[in-house]
């Protein structure tokens, strides 16, 4: 266990100017007593390990070079930040990470005048660091916008994007490929060295171009002779050199850096820090370095809950993602049609197991969830049965795909949407609970919503079997309730009455129902199981069109959400049904555990009584 207290180096670290005054030894003590403080802090909070644990030095060399009082560093995903918030005045606060009230997982600029722009999600630094520049440009500022983005964040089509733009401009943002694979591992000898270090000299850029203005003045031949020479030094860049695609779009490349020495880190950012162009500069770095269980696991410890700091062990609980996975694996036996999608979340969907067993039918498309959406759309429609499971936070992002290439075309593509609703200590840029708004306005898409394990099952057999259509299947992170499900397979449309009619019921959905119960067990009132969300039971809706009131409860926001839909349909049919939403507020749910937030937002036990028995105060009052 490491306090900060016990620290040498980083408690004299009030702002990143104190990091330009120490010298390369306190430096590399610096980055240890970092190191070992994320290990001791993210084993009692949980939180992203792997991944700062590599950007350790990258994030000190940054600080050592540029002023970013002045200067914007723009962090993708922002799941690296941890060692930035150490350097920026929150190391001694650091120990709140991720806990209501605390330090953010991720960059904030509520938080801190050095969090550039609030990130959760991948492949959107560039573009932010380009608007940056833009309004710089206008508004007649003068700095330097830096962008660190992770080699995984590149498998998103947003970042090129932004980088095709980038290059046509020439606009001079620097960019940090901060590169954790071992794929380029043999690129990382001397030659590469060698040619990085002559490659980021200020002289090498002047040089070729006096020296291709030289060939050019050369009487009749110059040109030729110039196009020749460009040519020739293409094809054996093209042999030599890795990445050579951020040339092509326009980019000065450097590298690749050794990523955890500080020294030709801070040689390479000065020079980049003078160029006018755009760069892009390769930094190769370790997941999880410094901590053996990290480096020798990475994908587990990218993000994980609390762990013992000594061994690295954590406990690991069977979840919805692992129940679905299972499911989807006894289903894809018996249907050969059956091929499972994932966008970089193998491991977090629990499609990992699906991986194992049936290695020909999974496919995982990198960080790119549009394009994973309408690759399911074109899988459908040339006769498979594909299952797309992606967290509710991310396929937000294939908003387009799931309207135009899916529902439109009425193509059988289920998709499991795994962390739906309130997520907890991650926070606001991954709380699932936007789907069943956005979801209800696309055309042909049916939402199941299962409040146990037993009807998750259910819902992903009749998706695959019985249905004709698209189909969102929405579950919570962690684990539903075991709970025998009344009826089959294929009553999973209607809504399951679980305390027969009364002037007062509750309709409940996924994993609302559970607290649900709970509260109305003594309590006169009726209680219904939503297990569909669309389509709505409109033969359960027309009997509760007989009650005073209809309280209906989702873990989604409450504007355009599943009580909205009651509360419209009640009022078509023209009954005088008072129609009570409870939900999440359409409104920023801070970080916390999911018990803090459901306090919050109206969801738990103390808050649904409340509602319950004020509306029986209003009626028999």
Partial sequence: MTEYSELHILPQINDPSDVKRLSVDELNEL?????????????????????????????????????FDVDRLVLDVGHQSYVHKLLTGRAADFTSLRQRGGLAGFPKTSESCYDAFNTGHSSTSASAAIGIMR????????RKVVALIGDGALTGGMAYEALDDIGQQKLPLIIVLNDNTMSISDNVGGLSKHLAKMRSARGYQSFKR????????????????????????????????????????????????????????????????QMDRPVVIHTITVKGKGYAPAENDPEKFHGIGKFDEETG????????????????????????????????????????????????RFFDVGIAEQHAATMAAGMAI??????????????????????????????????????????GNDGETHHGIYDISYLMSMPNMKILSPSSVQELCACLRWAVNENDSPCAIRYNRGILPERQMCGTEADVLSWECIKPFRSVCVVATGRMVAPAISVCEDLNVGLYNARSIRPLDEVTLDKLS?????????????????????????????????????????R??????????????????????????????GIYA
């Fill in 546 to 586: 007989h009650a005073h009131y209809v309280i209906t409860v989702e873990d989604g926001i409450v504007n355009d959400g599943f009580g909205t839909q009651v509360a419209a349909y009640m009022s078509m049919k023209g009954c005088g049904t008072q129609v009570i939403p409870v939900g999440v507020p359409n």
């Fill in 31 to 67: 980055s240890d007593e970092i190191r070992r403080y994320i290990v001791s802090t993210v084993s009692k909070t949980g939180g992203h390990l792997a991944s700062n644990l590599g950007v350790v030095e990258v994030t000190i060399a940054l600080h050592r070079v540029f002023d």
């Fill in 135 to 142: 309004a710089d440009e206008i508004r007649g500022v003068n």
């Fill in 382 to 423: 040339a006769g498979l049965t594909p299952v797309f499971c992606v967290y509710s936070s991310f396929l937000q992002r294939a908003y387009d795909q799931l309207e135009h290439d899916i529902c439109l075309q009425n193509l059988k593509v289920i998709i499991g949407v795994d962390r739906a609703g309130l997520v």
């Fill in 313 to 360: 062990a954590c406990s690991s609980s069977k979840g919805n993602s692992n129940v679905f996975s299972d499911e989807l694996c006894r289903i894809a036996e018996e249907n050969k049609n059956v091929v499972a999608i994932t966008a970089a979340m193998a491991a977090g969907t629990g499609l990992d197991s699906f991986k194992e067993e049936y290695p020909e």
């Fill in 210 to 273: 006096r020296f291709s203005n030289t060939l050019k003045r050369i009487p009749f031949i110059g040109k030729w002779l110039s196009d020749r020479f460009e040519r020739l030094k293409n094809r054996i860049k093209y042999f030599i050199l890795p990445n050579v695609l951020f040339e092509e779009l326009g980019f000065a490349y450097f590298g690749p850096i050794n990523g955890h020495d500080i020294t030709a880190l801070t040689q390479v950012f000065e020079h980049a820090k």
């Fill in 588 to 617: 920023v749910v801070e970080q916390g555990t999911v018990s803090e937030q459901d306090a919050e937002c109206g969801l738990s036990k103390e808050e649904l009584k409340k509602t319950i028995m004020s509306c029986m105060g």
